[in-house]
């Protein structure tokens, strides 16, 4: 038996790798002192791995920004826009995933968006009519090099043929990708002839696209595309995550693989099934540990499970997480905020690890005291005061359907917001944060180590509150908001106020490139004990007669942007969660807040893989966005936004959702996300972005206006909105006020022509 990693955090225990790049960016740091400080982290993190009982390394799922992005290099799937001459391999990189690198001039970043249903973002791979494929992997040849000199067995890791298209962007159907299959096939050939050259044993071939509801053209694409590749003397490991591909299984086993990796996490997985229906000399693999979760495993009750699986495979069988590690924090050992008994219930990438190898031990010598020891707290936790709430439970026991409505239709919300609120044409808001500098970091820091005291800090934030109005009403915009310099992260921060949801120190997760959260923990009911914004917000609109928007995080991402507990249905959480965001929305009300925010960034990458499993996902979903909004007076503006969504998927789900006015990110797109909007009109005030937060380019006055009316083919007029395509905390003043002015002025120019 062996034990292997599937990935592994790249983004450093201390962040280092998001410090390194943005010290390049700022080019503070050269080329090579990026390069050589990645090469230090990559060893900290094989050596981790080592330590901690992996038998096979993983390599090549290490990435400055994304491993998808990656892959486009190594196949030099690069648009033209990015191909100058002049620039770097490293400044290719950085434009095609950002617009902008040292050096060179800004140009239209890439698409970027969710990975299947996690919080991390890939950039989308974009295909020309013909590809022209120059396949260069020296940078993974180097990190094999690199690892072997910490450990003989190593495995890299490339994401298969048919995903890398999958994830990729076209034009023409979904399926008219697939005449690109061959080319592509070509290049990864080439990518395989390169990795026999340099005597790699085994290959991880990552195609998480089996997991889906695949068409046919597609499933024949997998014969063809693996029935063409010559492997040599590679060992292939076809390796699926996320949820289940036992309806897949027996293509797969017709395909010349060596081995198959089965996620038995995520979805109920027949082994025995896929026992009998793969090869017999095949090596299989399953992820038996949850490598998007942070609760510590009963290796007790798996050991129970698996002692007859390993009675029939003995030496087939191979254990690991259920996918990459890189969706969970490096390690437990080093978090200093949470209290032993909770800590005594988590495990963290470098425990995963461990758990592996305590599992292993007892499967193969049949001594169960350490993994007895180990899961002890595990069986505690289900018995800890801490879990549960009696009042939490009651309440929702007592919800009907009607507290999930607001009292009257969209139709008679409008006229009277219209009446109450005396908003232009066009109106103009943001999305909630701004400009997240190093004085706010630093007071709230002073704050929480005690430096400052709370009256000191109160003080300090509301200087901050006032000068983001100030520059709102510089700028003229129509709605503010205060900013959020309070928050350090839209899910922390209500992670912080909200009792039954622990927040941590250290337990970083990369979202993209050097962008990283601290999911909270929810590790009992939920409740909300005392007011979260009502402060803030009601100093904040004290300052301005313009209406200044109350701005919350909603239930369902606070549950997606979390470690959720694993012992309730989701459903359940997020009623809960949806309770104690209504309770706060009434006080919001009580004090003569008009305009609310609900964000759902998270709401599509909620969904499950498997499209016969949307429907019941989208309509908890949307009953607790209700739920959370449903006691606000008609009066009362709800607005909420969502962005990286893929809205075919999901329009009528948020429709359902009966938000007054939704914002989405669409800039990158150059609206090509409102195509959705014509099959089923919306009905409701939409703002579809028209500024790309997620790039330093600044667009300029005519670049929105041509956004905006691209935009009006699909919105009246009287419903649309212009605002960014998210927060602008992660911007820079001077990029943000002339962007928000470019915004405004665009705005008023089509008033004026109106």
Request: glycine share 4%.
């Amino acid at each position: 038996m062996r034990i292997h990693n599937l990935g592994f955090p790249r983004i450093g225990l201390n962040r280092e790798l998001k410090f390194s790049l943005e010290q390049y960016w700022r080019a503070d740091i050269s080329a090579e002192e990026l390069s050589q400080s990645c090469k230090i982290l990559r060893a900290e993190h094989w050596q981790l791995q080592q330590q901690a009982g992996i038998e096979l390394l993983p390599v090549g799922d290490f990435a400055h920004y994304d491993h998808v992005l990656n892959t486009s290099l190594y196949l030099g799937i690069v648009p033209a826009r990015f191909q100058q001459h002049s620039l770097t391999n490293l400044d290719v990189e950085f434009n095609m995933a950002r617009g902008q690198a040292p050096g060179s001039c800004g140009c239209a970043a890439s698409d970027m968006t969710k990975w299947f249903d996690t919080n991390y973002h890939y950039i989308v791979p974009e295909f020309a009519e013909q590809l022209d494929i120059k396949v260069n992997i020296s940078n993974l040849i180097e990190q094999i090099q690199e690892a072997r000199a910490i450990q003989k067995d190593i495995k890299p890791v490339l994401l298969g043929p048919l995903s890398y298209l999958w994830l990729g962007t076209a034009t023409g159907t979904n399926d008219d990708r697939l005449r690109l299959l061959p080319s592509l096939l070509e290049g990864y050939q080439q990518i395989f002839d390169e990795l026999n050259q340099h005597n790699v044993n085994w290959l991880q071939l990552d195609e998480p696209i089996l997991g889906l509801e695949l068409n046919n053209a597609w499933l024949d694409a997998f014969k063809q595309a693996y029935q063409t590749l010559k492997k040599g003397n590679l060992k292939l490991l076809l390796t699926s995550y996320f949820a289940s591909i036992e309806q897949q299984l027996a293509l797969v086993a017709t395909l010349p693989f060596n081995g198959v990796h089965l996620d038995i996490l995520s979805e109920t997985c027949n082994v025995d099934y896929a026992i009998n229906t793969l090869p017999k000399h095949w090596v299989i693999s399953l992820g038996v540990i949850n490598g998007r979760n942070i609760w510590r495993t009963d290796l007790t009750a798996l050991y129970q499970q698996l002692e007859p699986i390993y009675e029939k495979l003995a030496a087939r069988l191979w254990l690991a997480p259920s996918c990459s590690l890189l969706h969970t924090p490096v390690d437990l050992d080093q978090e200093q905020q949470l209290d032993n008994e909770l800590k005594s219930w988590l495990a963290f990438a470098k425990q995963k690890c461990q758990e592996l190898a305590l599992l292993k031990k007892a499967l193969t010598t049949g001594e169960l005291a350490e993994i007895n020891a180990y899961s002890l707290p595990v069986k505690q936790r289900a018995h800890s005061l801490r879990i549960n709430d009696q009042q939490v439970q009651s309440r929702q026991q007592q919800l009907q359907d009607e507290h999930r409505q607001r009292s009257l239709p969209f139709t008679q919300r409008k006229s009277l917001q219209a009446s109450h609120l005396k908003l232009p044409l066009f109106p103009t808001t943001t999305i909630g944060s701004f400009p997240q500098t190093q004085s706010i970091r630093s007071i709230r820091s002073q704050w929480k180590r005690q430096e400052l005291s709370d009256a000191d800090y109160n003080q300090a934030i509301k200087k901050h509150i006032k000068d983001n109005i100030d520059k709102q009403l510089a700028i003229d915009l129509d709605v503010l908001v205060h900013g959020e310099p309070e928050r350090n992260d839209m899910v922390e921060y209500f992670g912080e106020l909200l009792s039954g949801i622990a927040v941590t120190q250290q337990a970083w997760v990369q979202s993209y490139g050097s962008r990283c959260v601290k999911p909270p923990i929810i590790f009992g009911d939920v409740s909300r004990p005392d007011v979260m914004t009502l402060d803030w917000i009601q100093y904040a609109q004290s300052l301005t007669s313009k209406p200044v928007k109350g701005m919350l995080t909603g239930p369902v991402t606070i549950l997606c942007w979390s470690f959720v507990r694993d012992d309730l249905p989701l459903p359940l959480v997020a009623e809960q969660v949806a309770l104690a965001i209504s309770d706060e929305i009434d006080d919001l009300v009580a004090n003569n807040i008009n305009i609310i925010q609900v964000d759902e960034p998270a709401i599509r990458e909620g969904m499950p893989l498997k499209q016969s499993q949307w429907q019941h996902y989208l309509e908890w979903a949307t009953r607790a966005f209700r739920l959370s909004c449903a006691t606000a007076p008609a009066q009362v503006q709800i607005h909420s936004h969502m962005c990286y969504s893929e809205f075919n998927d999901i329009l009528q789900a948020i429709i359902d959702l009966d938000a007054d006015v939704l914002t989405i990110e669409t800039s990158r797109s150059n609206m090509a996300v409102l195509n959705a909007f014509d099959d089923i009109q919306y009905p409701n005030d939409l703002g579809p972005g028209v500024y790309d937060i997620h790039s330093p380019n600044i667009p300029n006055q005519q670049w929105i206006i041509d956004l905006l009316n691209k935009a009006r083919q699909h919105i009246d007029d009287d419903r649309l909105w212009v605002n960014p395509d998210c927060g602008l905390k992660t911007r820079g003043w001077e990029e943000t006020t002339i962007a928000l002015d470019n915004m405004v002025k665009a705005a008023k120019t089509l008033r004026a022509a109106v």
